[in-house]
């Protein structure tokens, strides 16, 4: 254990198959797979016939989170994050033309906000929904809703230039965000509303940020970081304290992107010095390979990869968007033994 609590799970995965497009899906990507703790997967889909939607697998059963000939969107255009009372958000867009982050509880689609957004929202246990979106011209900002009035986090009229990645909500209602400054440089911030929190910035140890930092219920923030005085690594913070997780005088040449759960557990992707990018459940290339680009897959390789911090459970699961050499593109649970 280091000081801020995290730990990696050393023991095998199965690799379970919840959806490919080789029937009425025609693509998956560029969006991850998110999934809750009972396992249900949710994902976005283009069909064949034309137009996308949001799915969920549980059991070998898909089913279509909206239904475009009946609900109010006509189009699902961002990966859908699936929280533990099976509802799911994402952005969408509207028959007249126009776009907005949506919830989707109990069958009901739910208005978060009319509003252009990038990448996909975050959802806690609770519906409240972190998103990214525009709310005037010229202004960006990172808000929270659940179907009411929305919560604003931050926005670009203060000392922050602008935003990247994906905010992540925990079921406190704090939000974990990557941002430019004006001032130069960029942070990782942290907020619920009130005053924002800087969890880490590129002033003296750091140099460069990842774009998509994670946070769990413990408030411990995970992310991924480059070093002013060279090299990169996975750094945690807790309370304050910043704890190196794994850096890049071990066996891995650079670090990508870590996922965090509720149990303190650490995945990531990430590149082995001389190989590819892979995930990674510990901090031996060979004996915790998840899945990587070349690897043998179901009769082909792996040319592609997706997953961000929606996509582990507190249980460990990990849903992975997959594209082989064959064209085939497959969405992946991997389910630790």
Same mark, same amino acid.
């Given at each position: ?22 029937? #009425?899906?025609r693509d998956f990507m560029p969006y991850v797979a ?13 069909? #064949? ?18 239904? /475009? ?20 958000? &994402?952005?969408?867009?509207? /028959? ?34 972190? &998103? ?47 941002? %430019? #400054? ?50 990169s690594g996975i750094f945690a913070v807790s309370n304050?304290?910043?704890? /190196? ?37 510990g901090p031996d290339p060979r004996t915790d390979f ?5 690897? /043998? ?7 592609? &990869? ?14 992975? #968007? ?12 991997? %389910?630790?033994?």
């Amino acid at each position: 254990m280091n000081p801020v609590e995290l730990f990696f799970h050393h023991g095998a995965y199965t690799l379970t198959r919840i959806a490919d497009a080789s029937d #009425r899906f025609r693509d998956f990507m560029p969006y991850v797979a998110s999934v809750n703790d009972a396992g249900v997967v949710a994902f976005q889909a283009t069909l #064949r016939v034309g137009g996308s939607s949001a799915y969920t697998a549980e059991g070998g059963v898909i089913s279509a989170v909206i239904d /475009p000939l009946t609900d109010p969107l006509s189009e699902v255009i961002s990966h859908a994050d699936i929280n533990q009372e099976g509802s799911t958000s &994402f952005y969408g867009t509207l /028959p007249t033309g126009g776009r907005g982050v949506f919830a989707v509880r109990n069958g009901v689609v739910i208005t978060i906000a009319e509003t252009g957004g990038s990448l996909g929202p975050t959802m806690n246990d609770d519906g409240t929904v972190a &998103f990214r979106a525009e709310p005037q011209s010229g202004v960006s900002a990172i808000l929270t809703g659940s179907g009411g009035p929305v919560t604003a986090i931050a926005d670009t009229r203060g000392p922050l230039s602008a935003f990247h990645g994906l905010p992540v909500i925990n079921n406190g209602g704090a939000v974990v965000f990557r941002a %430019d #400054r004006k001032a130069g440089g960029d942070g990782i911030y942290l907020g619920d509303g009130g005053p924002l929190v800087a969890i880490a910035e590129t002033e003296g140890f750091f140099s460069e940020l990842g774009d998509f930092p994670v946070m769990n219920d413990a408030g411990i923030v995970a992310f991924c970081a480059r070093l002013s005085s060279g090299g990169s690594g996975i750094f945690a913070v807790s309370n304050g304290h910043v704890a /190196p997780v794994m850096d890049t005088s071990g066996p891995f040449e650079s670090y990508r992107g870590v996922l965090l759960n509720n149990a303190g557990r650490i995945v990531f992707y990430a590149t082995p010095r001389g190989g590819e990018l892979g995930v990674f459940t510990g901090p031996d290339p060979r004996t915790d390979f998840l899945i990587g680009l070349g690897a /043998p897959l179901f009769g082909s390789t792996v040319v592609d &990869f997706a997953l961000n911090p929606v996509s582990m459970n507190d249980v460990g699961q990990v849903a992975i #968007r997959v594209k082989l050499a064959d064209e085939t593109q497959i969405i992946l649970r991997a %389910d630790p033994v």
